[in-house]
C-alpha cells in the first residue's frame, strides 16, 4: 500500500523559512511526477509546486522565486523549500503524486490529475 507522509511543518514568523519533506512508502515509480499543493479551509487546494521525471518543474505564481521542489529517488523523498514565507503561505500543504510509471508533463496540474496523496502538514505564518 503506497503512503505518503508529510513532515516539517511549523509557525513562523513572515520572512523566515521552512522546508518540508514527503516519504514515500511502497512506492517504485521513480519517474512518476510529484507536487506539493495548500489548502485553506473554505478554498480549494492548489498546486503549489511539482516536478516530472525530466525534472522540469512548475510553480504557482505567488511562490516563484521563494519556494524550491526537489526530490531524491534514492531516499524516496520530495522536498519543498519554502523562503521568506509571507502570511498568505499559510495553508495544509500536502504531498502528492500522479501514479504513473512515468511522467514527462505536470499538465494538468490540478488535485483531479493526482492520485496519492499525504495527509498534510500545518505550515502557519505569522506576520
Known amino acids: 500500500q503506497v503512503q505518503l507522509e508529510e513532515s516539517g511543518g511549523g509557525s513562523v514568523q513572515a520572512g523566515e523559512s521552512i522546508k518540508l519533506t514527503c516519504t514515500f512508502s511502497h512506492y517504485t515509480h521513480k519517474r512518476d511526477c510529484l507536487g506539493w499543493f495548500r489548502q485553506v479551509p473554505g478554498k480549494e487546494r492548489e498546486g503549489v509546486a511539482g516536478m516530472t521525471a525530466y525534472g522540469n518543474t512548475q510553480y504557482l505564481e505567488s511562490v516563484k522565486g521563494r519556494f524550491t521542489i526537489s526530490r531524491d529517488n534514492d531516499k524516496n523523498t520530495l522536498s519543498l523549500q519554502m523562503n521568506n514565507l509571507k502570511a498568505e503561505d499559510t495553508a495544509k500543504y500536502f504531498c502528492?503524486?500522479?501514479?504513473?510509471?512515468?511522467?514527462?508533463?505536470?499538465?494538468?496540474?490540478?488535485?483531479?490529475?493526482?492520485?496519492?496523496w499525504g495527509q498534510g502538514t500545518q505550515v502557519s505564518v505569522s506576520s
Open positions: 502528492a503524486a500522479r501514479g504513473n510509471s512515468a511522467c514527462y508533463s505536470l499538465l494538468p496540474f490540478s488535485p483531479t490529475s493526482f492520485m496519492y
